[in-house]
């Protein structure tokens, strides 16, 4: 009963959150409202028994990410933007698109509600003696290589932004 | 009632409202501690007016603070400005649920413990962000530019330093890394035949740094920003900064006990004969010779008057009641944790004070060096070299 409570108010963070953040003529105002909906997406996380999923979304994305965003946010002319247009002309091309896939979801979430049923949370070992160690057991024995490839591609995007930044190296 | 005494939420809800409850008054005793100390160190007295040598002092500020009145800019961006502030008191209250006072005073273990408190310290950013941005005025926003800046860049060695830390006791629960502690008869910061010594100095800087305290104040430097991101701000809200400053100080300061001093544990906890000495006599001995110490200021009362003299006499009795009392055996045990762990975060707050009172503010690009240049990278060769030791 209080996990389905709290589903439902950190379903209604993420997607106000979401709709806020584009409707909103003030970017840092914007930003901010990115926030909540991270937030929401932290406590489903949580939700789901996956403390480490929801410290890191925290640490990385509110911590790092939207950070990084607001600080940019903040030194541009907020007077200037507010009067801008917020659409561009192929806005009814989104609308279409936008319709469409409400339509698809729609159906498809008629036919088959019944199915939907998550059902209870599985009791797997993982669950109940805590699931961070097994990540790390699983992270660097089976998807070792994988993750290793992910160091060294976010190493070359680092060297790249500093290339791409620098004028003279 | 005995039905609500054995739900399993009880303990934790009583501790978080008796922590809620105390803090404000507690931060209030640092400031006057930090004031107390720096006096001494430029050799004055500090607040010696309100109550004998100023111990009403905190209390006094706080009516202050709530009577003040409380203005907003007209230009400001009011509902932001409002909420600003209580993001970091909010954040850094919350930090306290994961840290282990003692082996029973504990408002929850969770197998991130230590995640959650460098996400919270992440999270309290925003409230100076926030705070600077939507005061619509110029030292505040550049308080908060630079405040971002730091903030993200020894957020890095701070991750690094604990890394060190976390790969030795090979869980991210609090209590577990404690226990770990007494496993290995070792507080982390001597392990690895002392080399964990280098993780424990990157985290103390960092922490100084995260905490923004002098000599890395610069989202405040007074000299140059006014009071940086706090410059528009009075009163109530201003005082939840101030809240959180002290609060974040206290939890990254047992953050750190935790994982380098052994938490609630007493200096060589394996060692049996030390028992007595260092759980009963110690804190016996510190606080007779607090209560001493409280008799001796009797004499040197600046505005002397008999109920001072009579006040502070009451302080040194209690003083020396609170020592007596470590001699009762079922009493020592349910405390000595506590004592320990609060001893301990006291030197490290202190030792932030002392770092305060003798170090002169960096300037801005000395700090991006020190960060970037020195203190990550020797964070990275710590979590090399400690790898490899721990393996041996």
Known sequence: MADTILFYIFAAFVLGGGVLTVTRRNSVHSALWLIVSL???????????????????????????????????MLVNLDETARLRQFNKAWWVA??????????IWYVLNRGLET??????????????GNTERLADVLFSEYLL??????????VAIVGSVVMAKKRI | M???VQHPLFTPVVITLVIVGLFPLLAGYIVLLERKVLADMQVRLGPMRVGPHGILQPIADAVKLLAKEDVIPAAADRALFWLAPVIPAFTALTAFAVLPFSEYIVVTDVNVGLLVISAMSAVGVLGIIVGGWSSNSHYPLLGALRSSAQLVSYEV????????????????SMVEIV?????????????????????????LIAAIAETNRLPFDLPEAESELVAGFMTEYSGFRWALYFLAEYASIFVIGGAGVTLFWGGWLRPFPNVAWLEWPLNVAFPLVLFLAGGAGCFWLTKRLMPFSRWRAIFMAVIAVTLVITGLVFLIPAVNRAVIGLFWFLLKVGVIVYLMIWIRGTFPRFRYDQLMSIGWKYLIPIGMGAVLVNA???ML
């Not at chain 1, 489903?44 to 979304?57: H, I, K, N, P």
């Not at chain 1, 609308?95 to 698809?104: D, F, R, S, T």
């Not at chain 2, 991750?159 to 090979?170: E, Q």
Request: include cysteine; proline fraction near 3%; charged fraction near 10%.
């Open chain 1, 116 to 129: 939907l049923e998550p059902g209870e949370a599985p009791q797997t070992a993982a669950t109940i003696e």
């Open chain 1, 146 to 155: 994988p993750f290793e490839i992910a160091s060294l591609l976010l190493l």
């Open chain 1, 39 to 73: 937030l929401g997406t932290a406590g489903l996380f949580l939700l789901r028994q996956a403390e480490f999923l929801f410290a890191v979304q925290i640490i990385l994305y509110i911590g790092g990410v939207v950070l990084l965003i607001l600080f940019v946010v």
């Open chain 2, 2 to 4: 005995e039905s609500i």
């Open chain 1, 95 to 104: 609308l279409a698109c936008a319709v469409v896939v409400g339509i698809e």
């Open chain 2, 388 to 390: 490899v030791v721990g």
């Open chain 2, 157 to 172: 060695a701070l991750a690094l330093a604990l890394i060190c830390g976390v790969m030795t006791a090979g869980t991210l």
């Open chain 2, 179 to 203: 226990e770990r502690q007494l496993e290995r008869q070792i507080w982390f910061v001597f392990d690895h035949y002392g080399l964990m010594i280098i993780p424990f100095m990157v985290f």
